[in-house]
C-alpha cells in the first residue's frame, strides 16, 4: 500500500468532498481547494505526492496551475480531471504538465489505482524545464523561449540547443553534438554542425549566446 497525500483541486464542493470522503476511506489523505488561487497556496506550503487537478476551475485555471507546477519544478504528480474525453483535450492536458488523465464522471476505485500507480513513479522521471543564460527550453513541450519571447525552431536545432543547455555552459564538441542530435549516418566530416549553430545563433537573436571555443567545440552562455 502507497502511503500519500494529495490535494484535491475541484470547485464542485459536494464532488471535491465526496471525493475526499472516499479517499480517506482508502488511507489516503486529501486537502481540497476550490479555486487555482488557493491551489497554488497549498502546494506552496505541503508537500503532496499528487494533485487532482479539475481543468474548469476558478483562476488560475487548471491548465495555469499545471504549468506553474511544471515551471517551478515542484516534485508532485497531476491527475487531470475534466468533463472533456476526446483526444485532443487529453493532449493538451499532458501538454500543460498532467501526468495522467481522467475523464468525469469516472468510478472512485479507478481515481485510485490511478493515485497510487503515479505515487510509485520517481518524481525524477517528470520532463523539467532548462533554463540557462536567459534561455528556456521545455523538452516535453518542444518550446523554447529567450527572455521571454518565443523562437521558433527545426528539430535539429531544438536537439543540438538542448545538449548545450544540458551541459550548462560545459563545452560540448561537435563530435558529440553529432552523436547525441542525429543519427548513426550523419557524416563526422561534415559541416553539419557548423551550419545549424549559425542558423540556432540566428534564431535566438543578439547578443549571441552560443559561443565556438576554437579546436574544442561550443558553449552556451551569456559571455
Known sequence: MV????????????????????????????????????ALE????????????????????????????????LPV??????AAGDLDDKISGFEVGADDYLTKPFELRELVVRLRA??????????????????????????????GRYVKLTRKQFSVLEVLMTAKGGVISAETLLERAWDENADPFSNTVRITISTLRKRLGDPWVIHTVPGVGYRIGDS
Do not use: C
Open 3 to 38: 502511503v500519500m497525500r494529495v490535494l484535491v483541486v475541484e470547485d464542485e464542493v459536494y464532488l471535491a468532498e465526496a471525493i475526499r470522503a472516499g479517499l480517506r476511506l482508502e488511507a489516503i489523505a486529501a486537502d481540497l481547494a476550490f479555486d487555482g488561487e488557493t
Open 118 to 147: 503515479l505515487a510509485r513513479r520517481p518524481a525524477e522521471s517528470a520532463p523539467t524545464v532548462l533554463e540557462y543564460a536567459g534561455v528556456s527550453l521545455d523538452p516535453f513541450r518542444r518550446e523554447v523561449y529567450r527572455s
Open 42 to 73: 497549498s502546494i506552496s506550503i505541503n508537500e503532496y505526492d499528487v494533485v487532482v487537478l479539475d481543468r474548469d476551475i476558478p483562476p488560475p485555471n487548471g491548465d495555469e496551475v499545471a504549468r506553474r507546477i511544471l515551471a517551478e519544478g
Open 77 to 82: 504528480r497531476i491527475l487531470m480531471l475534466t
